[in-house]
């Protein structure tokens, strides 16, 4: 069965700073590998995902990550971050064998401040 | 489309008594997840349907959870009786297939508080 660990639990940081949230995976068959962010009081939203391809993906709003198969890892990063991007971030796996349903790492809170 | 949504956003109960959560998952999607979220161990997945059947349900703690999905619109997580360690913000989401191409849209949650 897979599973996600994402190394730290809180990383506070100043804004216009550059970020790296980690997240390993274990898993022995092909995955699929997600951030999501939950920002205060809501709901988890996919900000991107790694399905075949390009092991670079991007979002809208300047995150990215490397699906790295050899270190079994899949890092969220950011150059330069924003206040309102403070959120819950978690990192998600999921394959064939479980359905496709999502198993979630711990979460990572990242606190932005002036 | 309004989204997920998930009913009560907030609950507080008494231990022993009966809790039900709601969820009218996105009109189109077939595949429904319940998910539980709580400091100690996180997002768990607790059950999922597909085409209104459960599919997996591995991840429900105990006989005091169950789940229903009567129809595409509408699914039902209850818990008899409750007790004050199923406190969490229990969360749906839905999705419009079964496979990790179709992305799982949530909804607000249900904070759950059981004294």
């Known amino acids: 069965a897979q599973s996600v660990t994402q190394l730290d639990s809180q990383v506070p940081v100043f804004e216009e700073a550059p970020v790296e949230l980690r997240c390993n995976y274990s898993?022995?068959?092909?995955?699929?590998l997600f951030w999501y962010v939950q920002y205060p009081n809501q709901g988890l939203q996919l900000l991107l995902k790694?399905?075949?391809?390009?092991?670079l993906v991007e979002s809208i709003n300047g995150f990215e990550a490397e699906f790295n198969k050899s270190q079994t890892s899949f890092h969220l990063r950011k150059p330069s971050v924003h206040i309102s991007d403070t959120a819950e971030y978690f990192c998600?796996?999921?394959?064939?064998?479980?359905?496709?349903?999502?198993?979630f790492g711990k979460g990572t809170s990242l606190l932005v401040t002036p | 489309d309004a989204g997920v949504i998930q009913s009560p956003r907030h609950e507080v109960t008494e231990m022993g008594q009966e809790v039900t959560l709601r969820c009218k998952p996105i009109?189109?999607?077939?595949?429904l997840f319940w998910y539980r979220q709580t400091m100690m161990r996180g997002l768990e997945l607790l059950i999922y349907?597909?085409?209104?059947?459960?599919?997996?349900d591995s991840g429900m703690p105990e006989d005091r959870f169950s789940a229903k999905m009567p129809n595409a619109s509408f699914s039902t997580l209850k818990i008899q009786p409750s007790e004050p360690r199923d406190s969490a913000v229990y969360f749906c989401?839905?999705?419009?297939?079964?496979?990790?191409?179709?992305?799982?849209?949530f909804g607000p949650g249900t904070r759950l508080t059981v004294l």
């Open positions: 989401a839905s999705s419009s297939g079964q496979g990790a191409f179709n992305e799982q849209f």
């Open positions: 790694y399905l075949s391809g390009s092991t």
């Open positions: 349907f597909n085409n209104n059947v459960p599919i997996d």
């Open positions: 009109s189109g999607h077939n595949s």
């Open positions: 898993s022995s068959v092909s995955v699929y």
């Open positions: 998600a796996v999921s394959d064939r064998s479980s359905g496709y349903a999502l198993n």
